[in-house]
Each structure stands twice: as structure tokens, then as C-alpha cells.
């Protein structure tokens, strides 16, 4: 399988992991959801929390088919009038793309703390890999980017 047609089939396979994302300013976190460990991959930005629900730590297992809301608290190190969010993840040296979107209503000020949530639901082709999921948040008329965090989960039935 060339690599163009490898591509193509995990994206055909990933576009489930796209559910719903939203821009939630000033909320109080989700009790359900657990800390989990992140890595800083850029951004003027501070991630001040990355959790995803029912699961903690520093090495993530998530269920294929299940859906995970997953909410990352920011505080922007600039104003900006909406924001843009990123999701991806690495598979077989592969950028996935599972959130391109602009958010609405996401206008935010300098250090403010804010909460962007969305939800993925890992695909069955991921089964037994563990995957980096990539978030990154950006101004959407500039593309400053203010946080990215990597955040490495373990896909397991």
C-alpha cells in the first residue's frame, strides 16, 4: 500500500473520531473528567489543564467506539476575536486530522482563563497503538498560536 492510499484509509477511518466541538468560556471543569498528563508542543499561550472523561494519568487508555469529552483550560497570552482548534493524531508516522475547526463565539482576552471542549471517539483501526493526540487552539484571523499540547493515548477494548 503506497503511502497516499495509507492516508486516505486512516482518514476514511478517523472521521469518526470527530464529534462535537464547542468553546465554553469561564466554566467550572467537568468532575467526571481526570487530569491527564500532557506535553507541551508550543504556543505564547499556558495550558493550565488538559482532562479527558473517565480516564487520568500519564498513560490514557481509551475504547474504541466509546465517545471522550476532553476539555483543555487556556489562558491566551493575547486577545483575540474567535479561536481555532486543531486535533490531530500520529499513526504510522501519519498526521490524522480529526478537528479543523473555528470555534464560535470564542472571543477572548489576555489572562483569562478559558475551557475548550470537544469530544473524540477513537476508531477500531487504531486498536493496540498508542497515539499522540495533538491539540492545538489558534487565533483565527492571525493563526498565533496559543497552546499546543500533545497528549499520548492508549487505544484498548
Known amino acids: 500500500m503506497n503511502p497516499t ?3 486516505r484509509r486512516i482518514a476514511t477511518g ?18 467526571s473528567a481526570g487530569d491527564v498528563t500532557y506535553t507541551r508542543c508550543g504556543g505564547t499561550g499556558t495550558t493550565q ?11 490514557p487508555t481509551l475504547n474504541p467506539g466509546k465517545p471522550y ?9 493575547s486577545a483575540a476575536p474567535a479561536l481555532h482548534l ?6 504510522l ?5 480529526i ?5 464560535a463565539d470564542s472571543s477572548v482576552q489576555a489572562g483569562v482563563q478559558y475551557t475548550v471542549r470537544f469530544t473524540v471517539t477513537p476508531n477500531d483501526i487504531l486498536v493496540g497503538n498508542r497515539v499522540p493526540l495533538r491539540i ?12 499546543c499540547d500533545s497528549v499520548p493515548v492508549r487505544i484498548e477494548r
Do not use: K, M, W
Open 5 to 7: 492510499s495509507l492516508r
Open 14 to 31: 478517523a472521521a469518526t473520531l470527530l464529534l462535537t466541538a464547542s468553546f465554553i468560556a469561564l466554566t467550572a471543569p467537568d468532575a
Open 49 to 59: 489543564a488538559v482532562r479527558i472523561d473517565g480516564v487520568s494519568g500519564s498513560d
Open 69 to 77: 469529552p476532553v476539555e483543555v483550560d487556556l489562558i491566551p497570552s
Open 86 to 91: 486543531n486535533v490531530t493524531a500520529d499513526y
Open 93 to 97: 508516522g501519519f498526521p490524522v486530522e
Open 99 to 103: 478537528i479543523n475547526t473555528n470555534l
Open 136 to 147: 492545538t487552539v489558534s487565533h483565527e484571523n492571525t493563526g498565533l498560536v496559543e497552546i
